[in-house]
């Protein structure tokens, strides 16, 4: 009887959990829908603006702004970006491994190579095997594009004191519920892309001018990749969490069941030994 007990304890401890998976589950597909509206809201903008200073800048010296000036690689910033919170499968475990990686195969081509996190989960993995200079923690819960700049502007500010030399991203971009990219983008120094033939031979009329264009422009480039880096990571985490959510309420589903089939047969064997016990004694009486 003790046997039972334990079996249908766990099974209402198993259905308890289903119930908070199933709620998870729903909470992240509601916080999905308004993250997934935020990224497709700012990806034509980041790439319009990103597509004007490629034009602009192709244009223009290679010093033409501080930001654009290649220096030589000596120290480098990885900016890793996670969430503040678990639950969600693979998503953090697989963007800071990605981290380590990119640590692992480029780390002779600096003499030092630090870290910034965002997101708690990233922090707590990569600060004991290596040197984390910054660490922004709870940003998602309250995140807006002011938030994005304050983040953008330290790295500018690191950037032109020298502190670094180059400056990359690693996020995870949002491609479908299933599907989160993890994606290396580098942020610093700006370099500007070949244009094609098409392009080339087309003239611009630029107002006030083209450097101080650049100077305006450059600054919010930085601050709308930051930003943007951190709706893909968060309409990500949602859809990870749903997806784990959903298998995990499955998975309960299925043991449930499981836990249930044991319990009947536990029943089952412990009544029909009940009446063995009975038929025995009622037959010693007899005889």
Known sequence: ????????????????????????????????????????????????????????????????????????????????????????????????????????????????????????KGYEFLRSRHTVRKHHGNIFSTLSYQTAALVAQELIEGYLAEEYDEVYVIYNAFKSVMTQDITLEQLLPIAPKDQDNEEQGVEYIYEPSKAALLDELLPKHIEVQVFKALLESVASEHGARM??????????????????LIYNRARQAAITTELMEIISGAESIKG
């Open 1 to 120: 009887m003790a046997n039972l007990k334990s079996i249908k304890k766990r099974i209402v401890s198993v259905k308890n959990t289903r119930q908070i998976t199933k709620a998870m589950k729903m909470v992240s597909a509601a916080k999905l829908r308004r993250a997934q509206e935020n990224v497709v809201a700012a990806r034509p903008y980041a790439g319009k603006l990103a597509e004007v200073l490629e034009r602009l800048a192709a244009s223009q010296e290679a010093d033409a702004n501080p930001l654009m000036v290649q220096r030589e690689s000596r120290r480098a910033l990885l900016v890793v970006v996670t969430s503040d919170r678990g639950l969600c499968g693979g998503f953090n475990a697989n963007l800071s491994k990605a981290a380590e990686r990119f640590i692992r195969e480029r780390k002779g081509e600096f003499s030092e190579l630090s870290l910034m996190t965002i997101g708690r």
């Open 243 to 260: 997806t784990a959510m959903d298998a995990a309420s499955k998975n309960a589903t299925e043991m449930i069941g499981k836990l249930t």
